[in-house]
């Protein structure tokens, strides 16, 4: 049988096939309050072979070789971290974990090509190799065991974007399948979270993501920005965004919460926050918390530190920068991802001047329903607009 087409969550037979495999696992933990670790392990291996097979067989090539290669470097990491040169160690380890995403990042600018590294998937596996040789570093991983290392990078409904869990979370329900009470609260869940998922993904993100946003491009490419189409394309492009990203992250969650996993969720209400730093804890937020425990905190650890700064403020706006700035190249080493990063930095620097104003000197400015309702009105304004310069159309009607 040929699975070329059933990439994750993106093809009807890609759901009949999962309900089929994963229904005696359902009744495992239903019946017996079980989770046979043997029968997860063969659906993993059938679902990546599913995911990889015909057209991707490269890809699925490259997958195995990247799954040795981190699970050999982190092996080797835990046995050598404490040297007495430890950062070295860990600075060479965290560098070795990029490097493969580095690669397919950089090669097609050198080349025109996709590196022979790359998979679907590979980004978010490489996050998960990062956050072992941290939490390794800080003592929160104290025992190495490979083969649970690797159901952790190939927990198959997360596997190609997420959402992006914890290792030491995971651990836990690994070894600890949930009592049939609880087992049951996760079934509803995942229940509704797949029915939630099916509307935003092949309901609303379709209508809007397949009839609407041709159109509107078009009429923006044909007039320009100079006109009501701006506008059109700007919220049509967000909510698109919004609707077939969280609804793929739903199939994921739901997908884990039948498996007995409370894989972390990955949108809560986005476009109701009220301000960008609101919005980056309801967006993306696996990515996100990634980004900011991983990078940000310790960036700005360093900085502190190290003194390098002597304001804290100023410190934590080259935090910012920073960190929106990778953000963006992370996306894709291309103009708009820079500036739509970059954008962001901007943002949150300019709400946090404006939380130190109303401190300092906000004292009679008024706080109510209104204030607030304006304040979410301007944030999800000022993120269409990122989503905007995110989409590329600026590049098309600029640059081409």
């Avoid at 974007?161 to 995971?170: A, E, H, K, T």
Wanted: charged content about 15%.
């Amino acid at each position: 049988m040929n699975f070329e087409h059933l990439i994750p969550y993106a093809n009807p037979l890609y759901f009949i096939w999962l309900a089929l495999a994963i229904l005696p696992l359902i009744l495992g933990l239903l019946l017996a309050g079980k989770r046979w670790g043997w029968y997860q392990i063969l659906l993993t291996v059938v679902f990546i072979y599913i995911s990889f097979s015909g057209g991707y067989w490269q890809q699925g090539v490259a997958l195995i070789g990247y799954v040795i290669f981190q699970t050999v470097l982190v092996y080797a990491y835990h046995r050598y971290r404490t040297q007495k040169n430890n950062s070295w160690v860990f600075y060479s380890a965290v560098a070795a974990a990029i490097l493969p995403l580095f690669l397919v990042k950089v090669t097609p600018l050198f080349s025109g090509q996709a590196s022979l590294f790359n998979f679907l998937g590979i980004s978010y596996l490489t996050f998960k190799s990062v956050q072992m040789i941290m939490e390794m570093r800080d003592g929160l991983i104290k025992e190495y065991h490979p083969a649970r290392y690797i159901q952790f990078l190939l927990f198959f409904p997360t596997i190609s974007s997420g959402p992006i869990d914890r290792y030491r979370r995971f651990e836990k329900e690994l070894l600890h399948a949930p009592t049939k009470e609880k087992y049951l609260q996760f079934l509803e869940r995942g229940v509704w979270n797949i029915f939630m998922g099916f509307l935003y993904k092949f309901i609303l993100g379709y209508y809007l993501g397949q009839v609407m946003l041709p159109a509107v491009t078009k009429e923006l490419l044909n007039h320009g920005l100079f006109s009501w189409r701006f506008f059109a394309y700007m919220y049509v492009y967000s909510l698109y965004l919004f609707f077939d990203f969280a609804g793929y992250s739903l199939f994921a969650v739901g997908v884990s919460n039948l498996m007995g996993y409370d894989t972390p969720v990955n949108f809560n209400k986005p476009f109701l926050a009220a301000s960008i730093k609101d919005f980056w804890n309801r967006w993306h937020m696996s990515l996100s918390f990634w980004f900011r425990d991983y990078i940000y905190m310790r960036l700005m650890f360093t900085l502190i530190k190290k003194k390098v700064f002597k304001s804290r403020i100023v410190a934590s706006n080259v935090g910012y920068f920073a960190l929106f700035l990778i953000m963006g190249i992370w996306h894709g080493l291309t103009w708009y991802y820079v500036v739509y990063g970059l954008y962001h930095a901007l943002l949150i620097c300019s709400n946090d001047a404006w939380i130190r104003f109303k401190k300092k000197r906000g004292k009679h400015l008024p706080s109510n329903r209104l204030t607030k309702a304006f304040s979410t009105v301007l944030t999800f304004h000022a993120v269409c607009l990122s989503f905007l310069i995110f989409s590329g159309v600026l590049d098309q009607l600029f640059f081409k």
